[in-house]
């Protein structure tokens, strides 16, 4: 059971570039979601989604395009970089209500540099 | 959505109980409190949720009081691995469900 797995685990971009980050659990849950943390700061949404085909936008969305097409998978896409965007990245995964337990399982985090 | 309101640090003896507070004045009646922690730049780490009743597990317990605009975590006996970040956290409701967001937490430092 790897849990909720993301890659890469570092990156450095070019400034305009475009990458995605990927996201994969293997527990069958119906939530997940994406956050970044600044250095010093606390973690701010990004997007979120309950099941394939359903998202939403977080805290901080602009810059960033998510989909779901399977419940195990849940990708970020960085449209065009910018040094603003450096940043950790983690992704976090959950089961919907009605489950005994409602925590989220978080990733160990993408490091990203935009240069 | 409720905010939370915790202080921003806290010290805390190794081996003494580490009671960490949070205000969460505007909450709903159907909305979580929850509680994680993030040790060092590792994702965070669930600990514990409630809805209104006390709450107790291996890692903690969760205090909620009557009006449940407010909550204490209870660390009965931390260790310095116990040294970290923690959220006090409400469930944020949209159309895509719920996920959580995380306001700028407690750092506890635990010392011997």
């Known amino acids: 059971n790897a849990g909720v797995t993301q890659t890469p685990k570092f990156q450095v971009l070019k400034t305009g570039q475009s990458m995605t980050l990927q996201c994969a659990q293997d527990m069958n849950h119906e939530y997940m979601s994406w956050y970044r943390q600044d250095p010093g700061m606390g973690l701010r949404l990004i997007h979120y989604?309950?099941?394939?085909?359903?998202?939403d936008q977080g805290e901080v969305p602009n810059g960033y395009n998510v989909s779901r097409s399977t419940t195990e998978d849940f990708p970020l896409r960085l449209l065009s970089a910018a040094p603003s965007q450096t940043s950790v990245y983690f992704c976090a995964s959950s089961y919907s209500g009605g489950r005994r337990s409602y925590g989220y399982t978080f990733g160990s985090g993408t490091r990203l540099t935009v240069v | 959505d409720a905010k939370t309101t915790q202080p921003t640090s806290m010290d805390c003896a190794e081996g003494r109980a580490a009671n960490l507070p949070c205000n969460h004045s505007?909450?709903?009646?159907?909305?979580?409190v929850y509680w994680y922690r993030q040790i060092h730049s590792q994702g965070p780490q669930y600990i514990i949720h409630g809805l209104k009743n006390n709450e107790t597990n291996e890692m903690a317990s969760l205090i909620i009081t009557e009006d449940r605009k407010s909550s204490t975590l209870i660390l009965p006996h931390a260790t310095l691995r116990d040294t970290a970040v923690y959220y006090c956290i409400v469930r944020v409701g949209g159309q895509a469900g719920t996920a959580l967001i995380f306001g700028k937490g407690t750092t506890l430092s635990v010392s011997s």
């Open positions: 505007t909450i709903s009646g159907n909305e979580y």
């Open positions: 989604s309950v099941g394939a085909g359903i998202t």
